[in-house]
């Protein structure tokens, strides 16, 4: 090979790998180091915990129990369709990181949006998923009376309660605000705090899953 030639070959070899460093660098999903994500609100336990059967039911009248999150990450907020701001924030949030995520590939149909109404006493199976699939027609409003939610409630370190008002209903409902993330083994992986945002949210699942 001639000088020229080998000259040639080296700056085509040299652009390849730029360009490919160039592209690997666009395609490749941006993730967060757990001290990264505790920086950004998210708090992953040491050590994941087991989640004791419970039963539940989805807005399509489908059992919701502990096989429905095997192989998914799923994302729950624990709510209610009358609440004024908190909840409709971070479920619009929610959606938002849901959409952003529908391009993203193969980690997409891994993720799961969850509704667990803390209020069925007004929140029907239909109100709940008309609820629920506004923010994402991918997401699912799950209920089930108040002794079964609070069982998986508690599993997750999620709290909720009635609390008087003066409006027609004559109680509000407190709960926590925290979306409580479950890995795709089905165990409570961690949680995000308030307040929410769609990136932290994408950032968070890519980071996990990515990892897992």
């Not at 690997?24 to 180091?33: D, F, N």
């Not at 929610?94 to 667990?116: C, H, I, T, Y």
């Not at 599993?155 to 027609?168: I, L, R």
């Not at 705090?193 to 769609?198: D, I, S, Y």
Request: hydrophobic letters at 40%; charged letters at 20%; aromatic letters at 10%.
């Amino acid at each position: 090979m001639t000088p020229v030639a080998r000259t040639v070959s080296l700056c085509v070899l040299f652009i390849a790998v730029v360009v490919g460093l160039s592209v690997y660098s666009k395609v490749r999903l941006p993730t967060l180091s757990t001290e990264e994500l505790r920086a950004n609100g998210v708090f992953l336990l040491p050590r994941p915990r087991d989640i004791a059967p419970f039963t539940l039911t989805d807005h399509n009248g489908e059992r919701f129990d502990n096989t429905r999150l095997q192989g998914l990450w799923t994302f729950v907020f624990f709510g209610f369709t009358h609440c004024p701001d908190i909840c409709p924030t971070s479920m619009s949030e929610m959606g938002q990181a849901d959409r952003a995520l529908r391009g993203g590939g193969e980690l997409e149909d891994a993720f799961q949006g969850v509704l667990v109404t803390v209020d069925p006493e007004r929140d029907t199976k239909e109100l709940i998923g008309q609820y629920a699939t506004a923010f994402s027609p991918r997401f699912f409003g799950v209920r089930g009376d108040r002794e079964a939610t609070a069982q998986f409630a508690q599993q997750v370190n999620a709290a909720f309660g009635k609390v008087p008002s003066e409006d027609e209903a004559g109680y509000t409902m407190d709960h926590t605000g925290n979306i409580i993330i479950i890995n795709p083994r089905g165990h409570y992986h961690g949680f995000i705090k308030l307040p929410h945002t769609a990136e932290t949210i994408r950032l968070a699942y890519q980071s996990l899953a990515a990892s897992f």
